[in-house]
């Protein structure tokens, strides 16, 4: 099965409702959460014109840690974070409501 098919097999369930279990709900939260990270450190990465390798170098990561992060197969810790917003120069802003998140890095003014 195709991830189109997955999906629409997904859509149907729930439609009929059927409810997954909470600990497939909450491990999908916990995906998504990670995804939007990692997409906001993909955004502000590429809005510098900066490679991963440099900054993995800037944040004394490795440029496997950065790519993992940016794919959203990791949570970073918060001293983790620290070092992604300085050397992203920009402050992050994270927001958590429930099951959704909101993820930014905001550029520190020129």
Do not use: C
């Amino acid at each position: 099965m195709n991830h189109a098919q997955w999906k629409l097999a997904r859509e149907r369930k729930a439609a009929e409702g059927y409810a997954e279990p909470p600990e497939v709900e909450a491990t999908r939260t916990e995906i998504r959460m990670a995804f939007d990270l990692g997409q906001a450190v993909y955004d502000r990465r590429t809005e510098l014109g900066i490679s991963q390798t440099e900054l993995a170098r800037r944040a004394r990561m490795t440029q496997p840690q950065v790519s993992k992060l940016e794919l959203g197969g990791t949570v970073p810790t918060l001293p983790l974070l620290a070092r992604l917003a300085g050397a992203l120069d920009a402050s992050l802003n994270i927001a958590l409501d429930g099951d959704t998140s909101t993820v930014a890095f905001i550029p520190h003014a020129a």
